[in-house]
């Protein structure tokens, strides 16, 4: 990604202006699945407003450090990042540089400087957790608020863990180990149920894709048939990864929602990550729809059958058989059932696998509600016009990479990317014989809108998938 000059404008919706727009009016609910409300009620002790406005902040915070991560991204200050995390109506943004602090101030965030970046964190993990004996290891993540790693071990094996930290230099004070009681196990079973199936077994339908519908890669093998709807796994990884994507019938209508298992469903809007501390709901076939939030990103755990990296973890229950099913953070996808610990009589932690990383290894788009995820319509009303493929974090230069010429006056861009996704459109120019980025829209949409105005030049398009995968088009219009 080009390097941009510009700072970060101040976002739109801020911490302050999400709970205030939130709580003005009386609830409405109808924006939202009966199911997922009444969810929050019983899982959070929340009542019909708490839990709509709840919702609302989340959405508003979370968007605001998406597309503040992408902005310290584009400054070239992404390594002074730490991770961010939502509190009530607040979002907080670590960062290790004072440079960085200002850019989340001027976002309407508020700045939490800390010694170690989130890369740094993400090392440190990785150590640790090869560092302890591999047999004792239930999981690792890194605790964005306290600027530490958490490494999980099994009862009675805290002193040997920790001793082989210490013994891999893993940094002092970076790391804290923790026993818990009940190892995590992937949730998968034999018995019946509503869902899909693969022999004997049964899973939980993740999210409707191009074609078919992801799921864990753990549910079954490359090659492994499904019933209920019939179906095969086309990729699937576990462990490394729990992800899968099964291709189903031609017979099948595949619909961008969620059973909420209170009669209805929850439609699903696109796959825009939420902050740790954001509420999540999951959607699974043994125990059906429950929620809670957040705990952090990028986790790994360790199973029996091996370790899986850069989970979701959740304070969410989940039992066996609803391995593969719907996290959603309102109407976003986030992920489908790993596994954990626990169960949904005493609570648990449930990891999730991102939808995102599934979709992209699978080279299949998300089906959300009034779209199927296909080829995008276009941007009418242009002089000229582009069009392309692109997967996840991938980028294209439009229309070529030797550009077009201007003349001074006002540049206008549009790009029109698949439903679900999250691309963006930067404009260079040719400075001192090398690109520059002069304006760039960075939205968590995959619809952008660039204007710009400046001096006679050579310019180029750059279209960037910051998440998801698909066809874009896209046209733009000189003086």
Sequence with gaps: MATATATLI??????????TAAGTDAPDASRYAPGLV?????DLGLDTAEAIDRLRTDEALSATAHTLIKSLEATSLEKQYAGSWVEGDELYVAVTDKTAAAQVRAAGATAVTVDRSLAALDRIATRAYEAAP????ASAYVDVESNTVVLEVAEGAKAAATKAVRAAGVPAGSVSVVEVAEMPRTFINVIGGNAYYIGGARCSVGFSATGGFVTAGHCGVRGATTSQPSGTFQVSSFPGNDYAYVNTGTDDTLVGAVNNYSGGTVNVAGSTAAAVGATVCRSGSTTGWHCGTIQALNASVTYAEGTVSGLIRTNVCAEPGDSGGSLLAGTQAQGMTSGGSGNCRSGGTTYFQPVNEALSAAGVSLITTGGGGGTPGGCSGEESAFSGSLSSGGQAAEPGTSGFTSGSGTITGCLDGPSGTDF??????????AWTTVARAITTSPDERVTYTGTSGTYRWVVVSYTGSGSYTGGWSTP
């Design 38 to 42: 009444a969810a929050m009620e019983r």
């Design 134 to 137: 591999e047999a004792d290891v």
């Design 10 to 19: 101040a976002a739109g919706i801020t911490a302050a202006s999400a709970g």
């Design 424 to 433: 963006d459109l930067y404009l260079q120019k040719v400075s001192g014989g």
